[in-house]
Structures are given as C-alpha cells and as structure tokens.
C-alpha cells in the first residue's frame, strides 16, 4: 500500500508541476551503530525526502572473485540487520529511500578497474555478486523501499559480462517491484548498455569542470556545459530520467579537477570552492524536466562530529555548502507543496 501512495504522490507532483517530482536525497553513510532520531533529525533539517541506505560487501584485490558480505564482521550498518533498521527508520520519519548495495576493495582500489583473470573466476565472482544483490533486493522489497541500485561503479564488470547483467536485472525484478537504476561513473554511463530496462539513467556525477585553484561560479558553469548537453541527449534517446546517483564536492583548492578523488591529500581547505559548485550543480539541473535529482554525498550519522571548517572532504555538513543544500531543497519542497 505505501509503494502504490508514493507512486501516486510522484505522479500527482509530475502532472501538476509539469516535471518530473526531484529526489533531494543524501547518501546516509553507514555506521557501527542503530541509527536513532537524532540521527535522522539533520536530514529533515535540509528538508531531504531520499536516503540512499548502502550496505556493503568487501572485496581482497580487484582481480579477487571472493565478494564477503553480512558477517558480523562487518559494520552494523553495512549489513542486513542494520541496512533494514536504517530504511524502517527513514520511513517512518516520511523520508524515502534507495536501497544502494556497494562494493568496497581493499585499500580503496577503484571497482571500475575490477577484472577476472579466467572465467572460473569470472563466473564465481558473478554468483556471488547476484546473491549479494539479491540479498538486498529482497530486503528492498521486504521494507517497501523506494528505488533500488543494483550496482556502483563496475564498469569493466559491466562491459565484459553484459548477458550476466541482462540475467540479473530480470532476477532482481522478480523480486523487487520498485524503481530500479544503475549507479554508473562519470566516464561510463554513456556506454552502459542496460538503461532501457531501468527507470533511471544513473550518474556519479564526479564530472571534471575546469583546473583553477578557486574556480568561479561562471567557470564551473561554463564547465558543465558540454557534459550537460550529452546527458540530455542520452535521456532523450533513452526516454528515461537521469538521476545523479552521487553528486558533491569536496571542500578543497581545485575542486573542479578531479572531483572524484577520495585520497587524504592535505589540499587547502577552500570552504567556498565546495559551496559555488554545489550552487551551480543545482542551478544548472534542478529545473531540468528530464533530470530526477539526486543524492549528496556523503552524509554521516554523526551529524555534530563530522565535517566543519577545517575539513577538506566531501561532506558537506557543518560547512557552507549544507546550508545551499538546505535552500536548495526547501524551495523545492515549497514549491511541490505549492503545485
């Protein structure tokens, strides 16, 4: 019943606003811990409607078919137990969610490049990547979740195993009954094959903009522009929403570089850098009828000891760029409510 209320919710806001209703969401990161009301406060506070709820599973070398996950090894949060205890919580604070399942490989190596050197190996990773997905899936149906990612950032996995994937999207259907998309990196989403049988073209949205120090509002602007156009066309050919999957940055010197990185660099920390290029992302997309929205990252539980100005990460609480965030999404919540 509540799947059928939100699907009516999203058409009424589509019909009457002329647009597709945006999802204001934020990667809620996980955690050793339950995740209580005053956890969740924080994501009210910037008037976000989505979550995206992300356990994990762990992974040794990028040439390693051994995929662990939901031991209780792991972080509350990363696993089963926890992933359902965050979702009924969101829910019952009216926020929705995509259930997002990820791979972590040791020292951060990057999942794009994760490649079999046989085809054992190909065909072990791939049954344990479906139970894996299954898993989650299943959990998404069991709560009544709102979307459901069926992977992140596996590009050479995706390309090399293309009928594996067409095999597991009809698997997950047959479980999940919700929207379904594909969290596909910057560079990659233009080939991923499978968007037409999806309900979202997802992207991380990790674009490279321009190389100045302290980029202006206008540079970064100027620097969406190309991506922009491509990302509408590759919609209209689709006939299917794009959805940022991920989208931030990271509140450092040349944040329009390489805003994909995730190293420990000691970057200056350029507080404003990380507020203007949010500001421009969302005043280049936000009113754009064939953009769905999406979700920041990253968001920590731990609202009061995290971020602040002296960080140079990618969170943005605590920092300018929450407090654009939280304009961002209230006007587009004022605004649904108004149509």
Request: aromatic letters at 14%; charged letters at 25%; proline letters at 4%.
């Amino acid at each position: 019943m509540k799947k059928i209320v939100l699907l009516w919710v999203f058409i009424f806001a589509s019909c009457s606003s002329g647009k597709l209703a945006k999802v204001n969401g934020v990667s809620f990161v996980s955690s050793r811990e339950e995740v209580a009301q005053h956890h969740i406060d924080p994501v009210l506070h910037v008037s976000a409607n989505y979550a995206a709820i992300m356990p994990y599973g762990f992974i040794r070398d990028l040439d390693s078919p051994e995929l662990v996950f939901d031991t209780e090894h792991q972080w509350y949060g990363e696993r089963r137990e926890g992933a359902k205890q965050y979702i009924e919580k969101m829910h019952q604070n009216g926020v929705s969610v995509m259930v997002k399942p990820q791979i972590w490989i040791h020292r951060g190596e990057f999942t794009g490049n994760m490649k079999m050197p046989t085809e054992e190996d190909w065909k072990q990773l791939e049954a344990a990547y479906e139970k894996f997905i299954l898993l989650y899936a299943a959990l998404a149906e069991e709560t009544q979740s709102d979307m459901f990612c069926i992977g992140t950032e596996l590009k050479t996995f995706v390309n090399e195993r293309p009928e594996f994937w067409n095999k597991l999207i009809k698997k997950v259907k047959s479980v999940y009954h919700g929207q379904l998309t594909y969290a596909a990196n910057w560079d990659e989403y233009a080939k991923t094959p499978f968007w037409s049988q999806l309900d979202y073209i997802g992207v991380n949205a990790y674009f490279p903009l321009c190389e100045k120090e302290n980029p202006t509002i206008e540079t970064l602007t100027e620097g969406w522009q190309p991506w922009k156009t491509k990302m509408r066309e590759l919609a209209t050919q689709e006939d299917k929403p794009i959805l940022f999957t991920e989208f931030g940055y990271r509140s450092m010197d040349y944040t329009g570089k390489k805003p994909w990185l995730v190293d420990r660099n000691q970057m200056d920390v350029n507080l404003k850098a990380q507020a203007d290029a949010t500001q421009v992302i969302f005043g280049e997309f936000w009113n754009e009828d064939w953009f769905a929205g999406g979700f920041v990252w990253k968001w920590f539980m731990q609202h009061d000891q995290v971020g602040g100005h002296e960080d140079n990460r990618f969170t943005p609480q605590n920092k300018p760029a929450e407090s654009v965030i939280r304009r961002q999404f209230a006007n587009v919540k004022e605004s649904s409510l108004k149509d």
